[in-house]
């Protein structure tokens, strides 16, 4: 059902918790959103739905609307593809199944890039594990955040502009599925799957059309164009591809906490793309605060 427009406010679609790598738990992030004027927040962790409980009791205390989601790892011919999946039925067995793997394989190559970065600093994976949150799923930045405690760089930024650089020779692929196939899977668990980022400088380069439409064929439902990270002539493109092929676009913060300069709130979301989201949704319904 679409969310009630009374309570409908700003809508930020893209935030990440300490169940990943934010720096505050599900409630408090909710409360923040709240602060921030925000009126519907997406929760979307990174390859997990386990901070979704948590969310689900802050939100309508604090009134404000939740749409729980997930980012979801994917990669296309080495090139990492983020995928914001809203709505979808967390039981759904086969996205259980591959969410799992994701990140089995995210905290075996974590361990394994400090092993790679022990060669040449003071770092431990104990060190790691001590910016961690239990059940957290873990990745780079928590190994970022280890590296500033033990004063190898100055914060999480740094360290991934030089330690955890992919040319700093410590860093290896993760595994992560085709982004089609992803696509398939949020579909089927009867989520919605947007594209996070998908024209941001640091990666060089864009997705190809001819995989954008692949994408479309497959189910996919819109691209985030208002982020901080994409280029201005990557926005350009993107219009383009969202008239060609139909496709919504949103804005989002891609908020962290204090693991990132992004602020609640700073880029977000039409009503009427939030309510185009719902309506698609078939896996899970919104909170909505009363």
Do not use: C
């Amino acid at each position: 059902m679409p969310l009630q427009s009374s309570l409908r406010g700003p809508a930020d679609l893209h935030t990440h918790s300490s169940i990943s790598d934010g720096t505050e738990t599900p409630g408090e992030l909710v409360r923040a959103a709240a602060v921030a004027g925000l009126g519907t927040v997406a929760l979307t962790d990174h390859d997990t739905t386990a901070g979704w409980p948590e969310a689900m009791v802050a939100a309508p205390e604090v009134g404000v609307n939740l749409i729980p989601g997930m980012e979801l790892s994917t990669r296309h011919n080495g090139m990492s593809v983020h995928m914001l999946a809203y709505l979808f039925d967390p039981s759904n067995p086969a996205l259980l199944a591959e969410t799992e793997r994701i990140r089995v394989a995210r905290k075996t190559r974590a361990a394994e890039i400090v092993e790679n970065i022990r060669a040449d600093y003071d770092l431990t994976w104990e060190d790691v594990l001590a910016q961690t949150t239990p059940g957290a799923s873990i990745g780079r930045p928590h190994i970022a955040d280890a590296l500033v405690a033990r004063g190898h760089s100055t914060d999480r930024s740094a360290a991934f502009e030089t330690i955890l650089h992919p040319r700093s020779g410590y860093i290896i692929p993760l595994y992560a599925p085709d982004p089609i196939v992803a696509i398939q899977m949020i579909r089927e668990a009867g989520g919605v799957p947007v594209i996070a980022h998908p024209a941001t400088g640091t990666r060089g380069r864009l997705i190809p059309e001819d995989v954008v439409a692949e994408m479309v064929e497959a189910g996919l439902f819109g691209m985030e164009i208002d982020h901080r990270e994409n280029t201005p002539e990557g926005k350009s493109w993107l219009r383009a591809l969202a008239a060609r092929y139909n496709l919504v676009l949103t804005g989002s913060s891609d908020y962290h906490g204090a693991g990132k300069p992004n602020r609640l709130g700073e880029n977000t979301t039409p009503s009427a793309v939030v309510d185009a989201i719902v309506a698609e949704a078939t896996g899970f319904a919104p909170i909505i605060a009363d």
